[in-house]
Every structure is written in C-alpha cells, then in structure tokens.
C-alpha cells in the first residue's frame, strides 16, 4: 500500500510537517525518509537553538507571522514536554551613530509585526547586560529565548513516532519512479501524496518535480566559537545592527539553552552543499555548479557579494573572529575561547534570474507534492505554524484537484 504521505528529510521541518499531518489525519499511514543515520544531522542540529521573537522580517513575509507565532507555540511544546527553556532575551546594540537608523528600521518592524520590543538607554542596556556595549540607545527583546535544538528534535521525532509516523533513516532519495513513487537506495516508496523537506537538497528534488526551477541552492557556512572560560561573562543574546539587504545577522553572541556562551555565526560561501571540513562529502559537479553561481555573484557584486565574501572568508582566523564580536561587549578575555565548533550549513536559496537571495520561505506545489524550497533561519523557531500551513496547502491543492474532477461530466 503507498504512503498516505511521504516526507523527504527528518530535520526540523520535515518532523513538524509529520507531526501536523498525523495530528490531522490520525490513522493515516506517514513515513519520513532520511539519508543519514539519524535525524537533525545538519541545519537543524547544528543551529544557536535561538528562539527569535520576529522583529527582523517585513510585515507582509511568512516569516514574519510565523517567528511572532513559532516563538510562543515552540516554548510552549518545550514546557509540555519538559524541556528546558532558557528566557535570557536579547539586546540589539548599535556601533555608533551611523547605526541608530538601523535600530528605528527593526522597532518600525516590530511595531508592525506584533512583537515587543522595547526602547532602553545605555544605562538601562546596562541593567540588562551589565557587559553590553551601544551607542545612545539598543533594543531589548524579552521574548527572545534559547533552547537544545537537538533535544527539540528528538522529542519530536518521538512524538510522531507514537502517533505512527514511521522513519527510514540512511535511505536516499534518487529520483521519481512513475509518477506516484520515489527511488531510494533502499527500493522504491509509493504515495499518494509526496513533501520535500529536504534542506540542501530541496531544490534538486523540486526540480524533479518540475518545481522551483528559478531557483538554486548556494551554502553558506557557519562557524561559531564558544566562550570556554565561563558562562557569567555574558549573561544575555547581544546582536549587532544587522544588514537588512541579505539574510544574515552577523556576528553575535548567543547563550544556549544551559548558559554557556558562544559567538558566531559567520556565513562564509561554501564551495558544496556539505563542505563542512576538509573535502568530505565533495562532489565535483555540484561544486563546479556553486562556484559558477558564485562567481557570478562576485562579478555582478549582488547584493555586494564580494564585499561579503572576503569579509566572511576572514573570520576563518580566530584571532579575527574575536575581535569582531568584541565590538558588542565592554571587556571580555579574548584568550577565553576554545576551538571552533561543528559547523553548519545555511541552505540559501538563490533566484537565478535575479541573482538575488531570497529572503522569505518559499513553497511551491501541486495536488500530488509539496516543496519547501527556502527553510533557513529562523525555520527553527518558525516551524511548528510552519507545518500547519505545509499542511494547509496541502489540503488546498488537493480540494482544488477534487473540486475540478468532481466538476467533470
């Protein structure tokens, strides 16, 4: 018998996506394939675990709406089930004056979004973190939180599981086999109906499909450093004024869901879609396909890419590192640090056309599979009202399919 659904990827996504859809249809016969050993073994494992409140996104993105409503429904689903919540929130600083319009910008988007977010002068950015450094005034996002993003994933992997969503791990996807079935490494699975949730992959899946065609995929590495001498030196999230023209934050110090404190991200270009040390996982084809996109970005200089590649491709020395997140803080040991840890890999979507980043979520799909094309940060914190609207798009296809054949004479 075909699965019922049939879920490509067991990162945050795809285990949300599972766990709304056997929530929804209880009886119904689920599985999720996965082509590593276990799941959450990249984007979704290897994240801060930051709860984002939704100040960044404009009004009118997924993101927006789904960062204000993710960060309430994931905190409530980590109380549920006994998962520690670490409610430190964050201060936005800015570096000088030249930075006070991109603070106005983000309170503006906050306004619109729904969020809180509060005005404090130095002195009471201060009272906040006693470490933080700013110029005149910051924001303060009391929302904002810290969770195991690994433990998230587990529980709910677990939860689907219970329900009878079934999981196939080291089980590859390799192509369509007729057009109600997927080809695996390990046979064939038929559904009757398909959701690609598969990260890095997910455009080359889309493109099966014959979805998502204007788009590619193009990593970016992130590599955080974390602050080994003690967890009190930083006591909550310090962001920097981020660029609002590309999707990345900078820069930032972070504290985990145990209190431990750590910098980073970078968002270094990666040259494939796991190059996350060395040349493992290296394959030719697509490196010569990313090289070719990126060095096509350099050349145009889009949404100055080039500035962006050589000020990333820096941070790979330490020292420098350092020194970057030591503009937020008034004093802390730069000999504090330990070695880099794992690594992730942002899968950003580029629009081929435009040889712009896109900056929202992307879906795109029929009445037989659904593709999510964009799932970057902050899918963490967005996932759960994520998946309900997965879900709802669904249905929507597959009624307007119904609806039309019913029509028929």
């Given amino acids: 018998m075909p699965y019922d659904y049939l879920i490509a990827g ?17 009886g119904a016969k689920i599985a999720v394939i996965e082509k590593e050993a276990d799941i959450a073994q ?17 009004a009118d993105s997924l993101k927006a709406r789904f960062t204000r409503d993710g960060n309430r429904m994931m905190k409530e689903f980590c109380k549920q089930n006994g ?71 587990r529980c709910m992997q677990k939860e689907a599981e219970r329900m009878g969503v079934e999981f196939f791990f080291e089980t590859r996807y390799i192509g369509q086999a007729g057009d109600q079935a997927i080809r695996t490494n390990k046979g064939d699975f038929p559904f009757r109906y398909f959701v690609n949730c598969a990260g890095l992959y997910a455009d080359r899946i889309a493109h099966d499909f014959g979805f998502g065609t204007d788009y590619t995929i193009i ?40 209190g431990s404190v750590k910098i980073g991200p970078t968002a270094i270009p990666a040259f494939w879609r796991e190059n996350y040390k060395g040349f493992s996982r290296f394959r030719l084809g697509e490196c010569l396909q990313i090289i070719y996109y990126e060095a096509k970005l350099f050349l145009t200089n889009s949404f100055g890419f080039r500035r962006l590649a ?28 330990s070695d880099f840890l794992r690594p992730g890999i942002r899968a950003q979507l580029l629009n081929k056309k435009t040889l712009e980043l896109v900056q929202d979520f992307v879906l795109e799909g029929d009445s037989r599979s659904m593709h999510v094309l964009n799932a970057v940060s902050p899918a963490f914190t967005c996932s759960l009202p994520f998946a309900a609207y997965v879900a709802d798009q669904i249905e929507e296809r597959v009624g307007q399919t119904r609806a039309k054949a019913e029509q028929k004479p």
């Fill in 219 to 258: 990593p970016f590495k992130g590599i955080y450093l974390k602050y080994a001498k003690n967890k009190t030196d930083v006591g909550t999230n310090i962001y920097p004024v981020p660029n609002l023209g590309n999707p990345f934050l900078g820069v930032h110090f972070t504290k985990t869901a145990d």
């Fill in 83 to 153: 998962i520690p919540v670490n409610e430190c929130g964050k201060l936005v600083v800015a570096a000088d004056e030249s930075e006070l319009e991109g603070l106005e910008e983000l309170k503006r988007r906050a306004d619109r979004n729904g969020v809180t977010l509060h005005w404090v002068d130095e002195q009471e950015a201060s009272r906040i973190e006693p470490n933080a450094r700013t110029c005149r005034k910051a924001l303060y996002s009391p929302e904002t939180a810290s969770v195991d993003p690994a433990e998230v994933c």
């Fill in 42 to 58: 990249h984007a979704s494992g290897r994240n801060s675990g930051v709860l984002h409140a939704g100040f960044y996104y404009s």
């Fill in 310 to 337: 050589f000020e990333e491709m820096k941070k790979y020395r330490k020292p420098h590192f350092i020194q970057q997140s030591l503009q937020l803080v008034k004093s802390l040991d730069p000999n504090g640090f």
């Fill in 10 to 26: 067991a990162g945050i996504i795809g285990l949300a996506v599972a766990r709304e859809l056997i929530r929804r249809h209880p």
